[in-house]
C-alpha cells in the first residue's frame, strides 16, 4: 500500500496540484505535503494523489555511480 | 523511465549478486532477513530475488500491508458504517474484498446496495462532501506513515473549509512499535530488517535506531531489483563486520530527518493510541486516532457503533505469517481453498500480501 511513483513535474496549479508524469502517464498530484518546494521539471515520488518527496538528482547519480563502479571494479 | 529504469539493469543486479556471494560466504551461519513492507514482499517476489539468493540466506515477510494487518473488528466496523443509510463509504481500492467475521466484505455492501466509493487519494473526499451536502462521507483512514500525512492534510483542509459532512474512520497505525514487538518476539531470531522506502520517507533514519540497539542490521531500501539487492548486501556487511547502524540504501527517496513537513502536520491532527494488529495483537501506542481539537472529524464519535462480536478467520493461517513465524505453505487452505478468486483472509486479498505474493511468484 506504501507505493509510490516518481515521477516529472509538468505544470503546477494556483492551488498547488501538480501534473506530474509517470513513464508516459500522466496524474494529479497534490504538493502540499512535499518535503521541500518543487518546481516543473523537478522529479518527485507521488503517494495517493500527493507528492511526498522530491527527489535530488545529485544523490540519485551517487548511488547509480557507485552502483555502475562495482560492475566495473572489485571494490574490497 | 528515469528513477526506474536504471534500478533494474541486468549487469548491476549480476554484481550485486556476487557481491552478495563473496559476502555470504564469509557468514557462517544462515541469516535471516525480514522485509517489513508489503511492497518489498511484492517486489521480491515479483522479481524473483530469493531463488537468486545463496543458500545461507533466509527472506521472511513481516507485518507491512496495512490492509493485513487491520482486526477482524475494525474490518467489521468498516461494514458496519458503510450500511448506514445516508453514508459514502470511501475507501483506497485495497480494502475493498478483505473479508470480515461472516464473510462480508465491501465489496459484497456494495452490490447489495451500500454506497462504497473506491478512492486513489483522500483529498476526492472533499470534492464528495461539497457536491453531497445531505450526505455523511466516512473515509476509511488505513495505511502507515506514507499515507496517514494524506489523510491529516484532508481532515485540516474540511476544518479549514468548515466541511462538515466529512469523518475518518481511523485504523492508521505507526510502523516503529510493531518492530519493537517483533525485536521482543522470542520465536523469531532475525539478523535483520529491510526497512520500509516510503514509511522512511516520512519518519527517517532515527525512528528504526532501536534495530541496531538490539544487535540487528537495519537498512532503509528502494523497491527497484538493484536497491533490493544492494539493501541484502549492506546487511550482510553488517553482519560481517558486526558494525550494526541503521543504513540508508534509497537516498533518492529518503532523507536521513524524513518529511518533517509532513510528520508535523500528521502529528497536528493525530495522536497515538493502542491498537489491535492482526497477528501481533495489542501494541501500545501503535495507533493514530484524531486529537480532541479535530473531534468532529472522528467518524467513532459521530456514530454510535454497537457492540460487533468478531473473530478471525477460522483456519487463516495470516496471524503467524505477518509475524514471519509461518510461510504460506504450511497454511492448509493455501492454494487450495483459498485463492486471489477467492480470498479466505487478508494476507490473499492485498496484491501486497504474502500470501497472494507467494501464490503469483512462488
Ligand atoms: S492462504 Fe489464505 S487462509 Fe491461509 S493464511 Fe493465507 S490468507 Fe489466510
Known amino acids: 500500500m506504501c507505493i509510490g511513483f516518481p515521477g516529472k513535474i509538468i505544470s503546477i496549479d494556483e492551488n498547488n496540484y501538480a501534473i506530474i508524469d509517470i513513464s508516459g502517464t500522466q496524474r494529479e498530484v497534490c504538493l502540499d505535503i512535499i518535503d521541500e518546494p518543487a518546481e516543473v521539471g523537478d522529479y518527485v515520488i507521488s503517494h495517493a494523489g500527493y507528492a511526498i518527496h522530491k527527489i535530488d538528482p545529485d544523490t540519485a547519480k551517487e548511488k547509480l555511480d557507485f552502483l555502475k563502479e562495482i560492475i566495473d571494479h572489485e571494490i574490497y | ?362
Open chain 2, 1 to 362: 523511465m528515469k528513477y526506474i529504469d536504471e534500478y533494474r539493469d541486468p549487469a548491476v543486479v549480476t554484481a550485486l549478486l556476487k557481491r552478495i556471494e563473496t559476502t555470504a560466504q564469509k557468514i557462517s551461519h544462515t541469516v535471516t532477513i525480514m522485509e517489513i513492507c508489503g511492497s518489498h514482499t511484492y517486489a521480491i517476489g515479483r522479481f524473483g530475488i530469493r531463488k537468486l539468493l545463496p543458500d545461507n540466506i533466509r527472506l521472511i515477510s513481516g507485518p507491512g500491508c496495512p490492509v493485513c494487518v487491520t482486526s477482524a473488528r475494525d474490518v467489521d466496523i468498516a461494514l458496519y458504517l458503510a450500511g448506514i443509510d445516508n453514508v459514502i463509504f470511501a475507501t483506497f481500492g485495497d480494502m475493498l474484498r478483505v473479508p470480515g467475521t461472516g464473510g462480508e466484505s465491501l465489496q459484497k455492501k456494495r452490490a447489495s446496495g451500500a454506497y462504497v466509493r473506491v478512492v486513489s487519494s483522500a483529498d476526492e473526499c472533499i470534492t464528495l462532501a461539497l457536491a453531497n451536502p445531505q450526505k455523511e462521507i466516512i473515509m476509511m483512514g488505513i495505511g502507515f506513515e506514507t499515507t496517514t500525512p494524506t489523510i491529516a492534510a484532508v481532515v485540516a483542509t474540511c476544518s479549514k473549509k468548515d466541511i462538515k459532512n466529512f469523518s475518518v474512520f481511523s485504523v492508521h497505525k505507526i510502523v516503529p512499535p510493531a518492530i519493537n514487538a517483533l525485536l521482543a518476539d522470542p520465536l523469531l531470531n532475525i539478523d535483520g530488517f529491510l526497512c520500509p522506502g516510503h514509511v522512511s520517507t516520512m519518519i527517517g533514519a532515527a525512528a528504526y535506531q532501536m534495530i541496531p540497539d538490539a544487535g540487528c542490521a537495519a537498512v532503509i531500501t528502494g523497491f527497484e531489483p538493484a536497491d533490493i539487492l544492494e539493501g541484502i548486501w549492506i546487511l550482510l556487511q553488517q553482519i560481517e563486520s558486526g558494525k550494526k547502524e541503521v543504513a540508508i540504501q534509497y537516498s533518492r527517496g529518503v532523507r536521513p530527518e524524513g518529511n518533517t513537513r509532513a510528520m508535523n502536520l500528521l502529528q497536528s491532527v493525530f495522536e497515538t493510541t493502542d491498537a489491535e494488529w492482526r497477528g501481533l495483537g495489542i501494541i501500545p501506542v501503535s495507533g493514530l486516532t484524531l486529537q480532541n481539537d479535530f473531534a468532529s472529524f472522528d467518524t467513532l464519535k459521530r456514530f454510535d457503533v454497537p457492540d460487533i462480536k468478531s473473530a478471525d478467520i477460522s483456519g487463516c493461517g495470516c496471524g503467524d505469517i505477518l509475524r514471519g513465524i509461518k510461510l504460506p505453505n504450511d497454511c492448509p487452505l493455501f492454494k487450495k481453498i483459498c485463492t486471489p478468486a477467492n480470498p479466505i483472509g487478508p494476507c490473499m486479498v492485498s496484491s501486497e500480501g504474502t500470501c497472494s505474493t507467494y501464490y503469483k511468484y512462488y
